[in-house]
Structures are given as C-alpha cells and as structure tokens.
C-alpha cells in the first residue's frame, strides 16, 4: 500500500522519473530488484516480456502471489514508467536475462522437491544438483507448490509437513526413479 501512496504522489506532484530518479521511481515497487530477478528467471527472461504480462500470468511466476503481481502490473500500466526504463536501456542498461540464469528445462521442469534427512547415495547437494539439471526447483520450505519430498534418513519437520499437507513422500529409490528420466 505505501509503495501504491508513493508512486501516485511522485505522479502527483510532478516529479518525472527520469534516469536521475531511477532509485526512487524503481521503489514503487517493493523490493524492485526481486520482483524482476524472480519474475525474468521464472518465465519471462527480458523486461519486454515482463512489461507484456498480465496479472495472472505474473500470478504464475514462482515468488509472486496476488499482491506483488497487482502492484508489478500496475507499475508498468503506467506511461511515465515505461519511460523510465526506455530511458535507462537508452543508457546502456541491461534488462534481459543472461543465458546463465535462465532456468534449465528439462523432463522435470515445473516440479519443486524438498529434500529432508541424510540420504545414502547422495549428499544433499548433489541430490540438489541433479535434480536441477533436469530442470526441477529443490526449495528448503514444504509449500502447496511442492511435487515431493523427499525423505533420507532422520528426516526433520518437513516430512510431517509434507505428509499433513498432502504431499507425496519419496524415497531415495524414487529420487533414482526420477533422476533417471
């Protein structure tokens, strides 16, 4: 909501957002620099396509509930902060996503797994790893966006969270089943 009173107060009372406003016109919305690297990683890679999207189709980036797509959409509805970042590209700013960063897609893009306790045959990094390189997010937290988790031994809270959430609960067996893809 502050973000909201700022950005039509800047509007309001006159002041442009010109490059040498950038600091202050890139906080109307909150947390500026999470919303584009969360948002360009998840599914729109430039800040043309990021500028394009709906709402609901911002809804859909991972990190970027209801709120922060209103309040995303809403910034870039505006004429004055297209401008903006026009203005910055125009300097030699760069809004796109380096190949890098890009997520890797793979059989199991669009799967988040938690891993939890000691597993055998891996370390937790190297679960971690070859499950993102199959294009699948491993995530330290159980949440509705969770396709799995799985379970080492001397597993911690998230197993009961997962189990009470309605999560399905995978072995080690099923973390090879699943790295075999």
Not at 32 to 42: I, N, V
Not at 134 to 141: C, M, N, R, T
Request: glycine share 10%; net charge neutral.
């Amino acid at each position: 909501m502050r973000s909201r009173r700022r950005a039509r107060s800047a509007r309001s009372s006159g002041r442009s957002n010109s490059p040498s406003r950038a600091s202050s016109s890139a906080s109307t919305c909150p947390r500026w620099d999470g919303c584009w690297r969360a948002t360009s990683r998840a599914i729109f890679g430039t800040i043309d396509a990021l500028t394009a999207a709906t709402q609901e189709e911002l809804e859909e980036a991972e990190g970027i509930g209801p709120d922060r797509a209103e309040l995303i959409a809403e910034w870039f509805s505006d004429a004055e902060n297209r401008a903006l970042v026009d203005d910055l590209r125009g300097l030699g700013l760069q809004f796109e996503v380096g190949e890098a960063d890009r997520p890797v897609e793979g059989p199991l893009t669009g799967h988040q797994y938690v891993i939890t306790g000691t597993l055998e045959a891996y370390s937790r990094e190297q679960a971690k790893a070859a499950l993102e390189a199959l294009g699948a997010k491993v995530s330290d937290s159980v949440s509705k966006k969770t396709t799995g988790v799985i379970v080492g031994e001397s597993p911690g809270s998230k197993a009961a969270k997962a189990a009470k959430a309605g999560v399905p609960i995978l072995g080690e067996a099923d973390l090879r089943a699943l790295l075999t893809q």
